[in-house]
């Protein structure tokens, strides 16, 4: 009773304490929960149709991608793969989420029943040979869920490669499948009728030769015009629901400065004195010592390759350049190079070698070499080369060896050069024995091919490099122009007598891989599109380029909220005002020529120059670059017509010379399904913008490159 009643006393401040507690727990929860909002949305890469991408996952899928295209032999490089790569989620995500919509779907016994069949797109260009059956060349779905389990089970980093390779075929079989159901469906929504299709006949058919005066705009000089601000703003108005000035996302515009590492005068130098030390070495017989020591470019392998294996200035001299003679110090501009050279050898040499082998080991190289003997004499003696090959293990299989296969490798090992240059010593049908480390081959060369001159050289070939000083010496100038010049008006002023010059960065968002199509810009891409920056903004320099060889400076000129580009960004100000001035353009040719009722009185008007054509199979349908014009000539009669035409590049009169219809019957089924068809390309082809328009997309990848 006493503990209760000093409860009781005590009742406000123990709430009080309570209430604190509650709050205290409460409160770190929210923490914590505002702490994982805070954490995902820093990951946060996408959102897409309301579905938030994680960073992480999403380079786990672009990972993958890369590695197999590569698998698969895409030559594009790993930007645009990865460019790629986004591509293809976002049109995964993009029609997963409409056919979701749709109620469409892929079932499992609809890819069952493609694999067991084996003959779709997706299948036949599986690059896996073990998943096709080898005498029909179509996919196999059990040799496919045979090497599935195999892969699965075996622990090694090669088979984990084809299983997940494998499931990621499947997957795009099954997108691809959604798609097509989905592309069926657009195609049975996609219809014309008989008025377009006779339309459709007529634009095609029906065409004329016209004499056409034209008074083009161009051929007024922009200042015999005034266009007031109001004007501009009416064109502005006009066009405001275009793509140049309607955006869908964010859009940032700039300017940038772009600048080159060049080797510098002494750099040039120091190369050349050790290029010239090089040519003084090149009477030694250590050939690759000598290549290793100076760094060259190009190993020496010692095999005779044709002038293809050099570059243009080399190929183009090696014929004036004596045996045992060295040439350079020399320069090859095409390749930024400085190049010594010694010819060792010229020798006329098969193009193609043919030739096949049977390998022969042993346990050791007394067995290898007692093996390997036999094995020759057996050949020589006249015992046939498949049978004798099997008794190996061996198939023996006939190989050409084309001068082309290897004379631009990279890298020649070592036993490589051995067996190239062994076979360039053979002649048909002689057999040799090939030393090898623990092992031996019997070669035999079965035909020579193409007589060709080839060559064998020693040659140093060094890059023109900047040095670190220069580096260093190159961003310190730009370094110190950005910190003598803060205004963009200043750096226009005094970026000429500093040979920089200043380029547009027009309306870019973030969905951009890069800022001018410059490689390895993403440090300047993420500056862009701080959130701290302002209007005026003007960047240090980021290291950028193909091999991070230029450095890019970047001023933010303009930032534009979804909706509307203003009219007086720059880009927007110069296209809205030239069709301004056009416009006035066309109310004073209008004006000249009110008075004209025929081609001599075109011709006859001096106010504006007149420019006369005759313009043959004028119709609807390929008369593009003046859409108007088309369409008043196609609905014309034979004859002068007296009223002009304002078209895009200038104001028209025209005389119908003659008109005719073209060879070919109405057929009104055919011209509606080509309609259908042509609506239905339109669609395909306008469909994923208008998906990215209505799933509000968010792209932050720019952050996370």
């Avoid at 293809?88 to 993009?94: A, G, I, M, Y």
């Avoid at 010496?473 to 730009?478: E, M």
Wanted: aromatic share 8%; net charge negative.
């Amino acid at each position: 009773m006493a503990a209760l009643g000093t409860i009781r006393k005590r009742g406000i401040i123990l709430i009080c304490i309570i209430g604190l507690g509650l709050f205290a727990f409460i409160a770190g929860d929210m923490f914590k929960s505002c702490e994982g909002t805070k954490a995902e949305r820093s990951q946060r890469l996408a959102v897409i149709a309301g579905e938030k991408i994680n960073a992480q996952d999403y380079q786990k899928f672009s990972e993958e991608f890369v590695e197999f295209m590569k698998m698969e032999g895409q030559q594009a490089t790993d930007e645009q793969l990865r460019e790629a790569a986004w591509n293809s989620f976002l049109q995964e995500k993009l029609l997963v989420d409409e056919a979701e919509k749709l109620g469409l779907t892929i079932t499992d016994d609809e890819i069952n029943d493609v694999m067991t069949k084996g003959s779709h797109p997706v299948l036949a260009q599986f690059p896996i040979p073990q998943v096709h059956n080898q005498q029909t060349g179509l996919f196999d779905v059990n040799a496919y869920r045979q090497l599935i389990n195999q892969t699965k089970q075996a622990n090694n980093q090669q088979a984990n490669q084809i299983y997940r390779y494998l499931l990621y075929k499947e997957h795009q079989l099954r997108i691809t499948l959604l798609f097509e159901k989905y592309s069926n469906l657009l195609t049975a929504c996609t219809i014309s009728n008989p008025a377009e299709a006779k339309f459709a006949f007529d634009s095609e058919k029906k065409e004329s030769d016209v004499l056409l005066a034209a008074y083009d705009y161009k051929a007024i000089n922009d200042n015999d015009v005034k266009v007031s601000d109001a004007e501009l703003q009416q064109k502005y108005d006009e066009l405001k629901e275009t793509a140049l000035i309607k955006i869908q996302n964010e859009q940032r515009a700039g300017k940038f400065i772009l600048v080159r590492k060049v080797a510098s005068e002494k750099d040039r130098s120091e190369l050349f004195d050790e290029l010239t030390q090089a040519a003084s070495l090149m009477d030694s017989t250590d050939y690759q010592g000598v290549a290793r020591q100076f760094n060259s470019n190009i190993a020496f392998t010692g095999v005779p390759v044709t002038k293809s294996a050099f570059s243009p200035a080399v190929a183009n001299m090696v014929d004036s350049i004596g045996v045992n003679t060295v040439k350079g110090p020399f320069e090859d501009a095409a390749d930024n190079t400085l190049n010594v050279i010694r010819i060792i050898s010229k020798t006329t040499l098969p193009d193609s070698i043919q030739y096949r082998v049977i390998g022969v080991g042993g346990k050791d190289q007394a067995e290898v070499n007692t093996r390997a003997d036999s094995v020759l004499k057996a050949a020589q003696g006249g015992e046939d080369f498949e049978v004798l090959a099997k008794r190996y293990g061996q198939t023996a299989e006939k190989t050409w060896l084309v001068t082309s296969d290897y004379e631009r490798a990279a890298n020649i090992g070592a036993d490589d050069a051995k067996m190239i240059n062994m076979l360039h010593e053979m002649n048909k049908n002689e057999m040799r024995l090939l030393d090898l480390a623990g092992s031996k081959l019997l070669i035999q060369v079965l035909d020579l091919k193409k007589p060709v001159q080839k060559y064998v050289a020693l040659q140093v070939k060094r890059s023109i490099d900047y040095s670190d000083e220069t580096s260093r010496q190159i961003t310190n100038d730009l370094r110190q122009f950005l910190a003598d010049n803060r205004t963009l008006e200043s750096l226009e002023k005094n970026a000429p007598s500093k040979q920089y010059q200043l380029m547009d960065i027009p309306g870019i968002d973030t969905s951009v891989s890069g800022i001018a199509n410059v490689p390895n810009t993403k440090e300047a891409l993420r500056w862009f599109f701080n959130s701290d920056r302002a209007e005026g903004d003007i960047s240090d320099p980021f290291t950028c380029g193909p091999n991070q060889d230029m450095l890019m400076a970047v001023v933010l000129t303009g930032i534009y909220d979804k909706g509307y580009k203003p009219l007086t960004d720059a880009n927007v100000n110069e296209v809205i005002k030239q069709q301004a001035l056009n416009d006035k353009k066309a109310e004073k040719i209008l004006e000249a020529v009110k008075s004209v009722n025929s081609i001599d009185a075109a011709k006859a008007v001096t106010a504006v120059p007149c420019r006369l054509d005759t313009v043959q199979h004028v119709s609807f349908a390929n008369y593009n670059q003046e859409p108007k014009l088309a369409g008043a000539v196609a609905a014309s009669k034979p004859g002068f017509n007296k009223t002009p035409v304002k078209g895009k590049n200038g104001v028209y009169f025209y005389q119908v010379l003659e008109q005719r219809t073209l060879e070919g019957a109405y057929d009104e089924k055919q011209y509606k399904e080509r309609a259908a068809q042509r609506n239905l390309s339109i669609l395909q082809n306008t469909l994923l913008d208008e998906l990215v328009r209505n799933a509000k997309l968010t792209d932050n990848r720019y952050i996370f490159m």
